[in-house]
C-alpha cells in the first residue's frame, strides 16, 4: 500500500514518531467520544511518548505488512487530524482476512468524511493486498457507525457476546464483513 493516499477533499497518510504530538492532540480531542466505544486503554496512551512508540512500532508494521494506519487530514488544513483506521490483524493465505478500525472527530461527523476516507482505503487495501475480506467490529447501538458500514457495503454477520474489555467488564459487539467485490 502507498503512504498517502488523496481523495476529493482529504488527505490519507501514514504518518511516523516525529507526528507524535498531532496524533495526541487528535487522540485527545476525541478523547470522551473515543473512550465510550473503544476498548480500555492504559493512561500511558495519552502521552506523546507513547504515541511516539506506537507510531514507530506501526510504521515498522506498515513496511513488513502486517499493519496499516491512515490518518486524515483536510486538504486545506494538512496539519490537523481529523481522523483514522486502520487495518490489523491481516491474516495472509488461506484467509486473506483484516479488521478495520476508524474514528472521527465529533465535530466533522456527517460530512462525509468517514464514507470518502474508507471507501479510498478498503479499495487500495483489497487491491493492494489481494485480500478477501474485511471485518468490522461495533457496539449493537453504535447506530452511526452501523450505518456507516452498510453504506460501504457491509453485511453483519454475527453477534460476538462478551468480545471486548471496556469499562472493565467484556462487552457484546457485532462483526460486520466485506468481501472482496472481485471474489
Known amino acids: ?33 473515543f473512550d465510550a466505544v473503544e476498548a480500555d486503554k492504559s ?29 486524515w487530514t483536510l486538504k486545506e488544513s494538512p496539519d490537523i487530524i481529523i481522523g483514522t483506521c486502520s487495518f ?26 468517514a464514507i470518502e476516507a474508507l471507501s479510498c482505503l478498503i479499495k487500495a487495501f483489497f487491491e493492494d493486498n489481494h485480500m478477501h475480506r474485511i471485518e468490522a467490529y461495533v457496539l449493537p447501538d453504535n447506530a452511526e457507525s452501523i450505518k456507516l458500514l452498510e453504506r460501504l457495503n457491509f453485511y453483519r454477520e454475527a453477534l460476538c457476546k462478551k468480545m471486548i474489555l471496556m469499562n472493565g467488564q467484556y462487552v457484546d459487539h457485532m462483526k460486520y464483513v466485506l468481501i472482496n467485490p472481485r471474489d
Open 88 to 113: 490489523s490483524n491481516i491474516m495472509h493465505s488461506p484467509y486473506n482476512c483484516a479488521l478495520l478500525g476508524y474514528k472521527l472527530l465529533p465535530f466533522y461527523q456527517k460530512s462525509g468524511f
Open 1 to 33: 500500500m502507498n503512504f498517502e493516499y488523496t481523495t476529493e477533499r482529504l488527505q490519507l497518510k501514514s504518518l511516523n514518531e516525529y507526528y507524535a504530538e498531532e496524533v495526541l492532540d487528535f487522540y485527545l480531542s476525541g478523547r470522551d467520544v
Open 43 to 71: 493512561p500511558a496512551f495519552y502521552t506523546a511518548e507513547y504515541q511516539a512508540k506506537s507510531l514507530y512500532a506501526e510504521t515498522q508494521a506498515f513496511l513488513n505488512g502486517s499493519f496499516y494506519r491512515y490518518f
